[in-house]
């Protein structure tokens, strides 16, 4: 019963709604998508059609199938980004033509995995990545959600002058082997702040995520933000400046 996660881009003249089925906590799950023609409900072009399965994740699996993103290379052909727990974050191929992965399971691309840092926990998911003066950033959720106001959900980063890698923090620590730099932690009432998304519009970066609210018994609630980026190239947010 569990849907969630969707991620929507526009290509081959089609919206594309990439989106997770999962059976929690397990890797009983899949990446499905489904198309449209426009997003205008009054046009007589509009209606959703599923594609069906884009990928699918059992036990014994280097991944779980959850929380695709869409990203477009520097010659504007679409790749998928996905996972969590069981081995991190992965990318594919996309075929513009379908919106399937282009390739098989041997070509997919490891972008980061918690599991063989320090901490020896596999707790990172929810990718998101976006390009900048020609670098790219990977955004990921570590930690635990859904466990209202005692949820330790926060999000890091790591970039790299390669779309398929590899993604560094900001010690120079490989994703694969467990970095991510903190972008995003818990701050005043907000708790477990996490799956970021991004809209750049007019040069601007703003950041959509989801936090539980201390103030209102934990329920979660969408946040927006405009992202800032310090001399280095590095992304900050106004919410985790120290207070004067």
């Not at 023609?37 to 014994?60: F, M």
Request: net charge negative; proline share 7%; hydrophobic share 35%.
């Amino acid at each position: 019963p569990d849907i969630w996660a969707p991620d929507i881009s526009f290509f081959n003249d089609r919206w594309h709604l990439y989106y997770a089925i999962s059976t929690f906590g397990t890797q009983e799950s899949a990446v499905g998508l489904a198309t449209n023609r426009t997003l205008d409900p009054a046009s007589p072009a509009y209606e959703w059609v599923d594609q069906g399965e884009v990928l699918r994740s059992r036990a014994g699996d280097q991944w779980n199938a959850i929380d695709a993103n869409l990203v477009f290379d520097e010659t504007g052909e679409p790749w998928l980004t996905w996972g969590s727990f069981w081995r991190g974050i992965w990318l594919e191929r996309v075929d513009p033509n379908s919106g399937m992965l282009a390739d098989d399971k041997s070509t997919y691309i490891q972008l980061a995995d918690r599991s063989t840092g320090p901490d020896g926990t596999s707790a990172i998911e929810a990718p998101f990545i976006i390009q900048r003066d020609g670098r790219w950033y990977l955004f990921v959720s570590f930690d635990q959600c859904f466990q209202g106001i005692s949820s330790t959900y926060n999000i890091r980063i790591g970039r790299s002058d390669e779309l398929f890698g590899p993604y560094v923090d900001r010690d120079g620590v490989l994703l694969t082997d467990g970095g991510g730099t903190p972008f995003l932690s818990e701050y005043g009432q907000w708790k477990g702040p996490g799956h970021n998304g991004m809209l750049i519009e007019n040069g601007v970066y703003w950041m959509v995520y989801h936090a539980y609210d201390a103030r209102q018994i934990g329920v979660p609630k969408l946040r927006i933000e405009s992202v800032a980026w310090d001399s280095d190239g590095w992304p900050t947010l106004p919410s985790q400046y120290p207070e004067p």
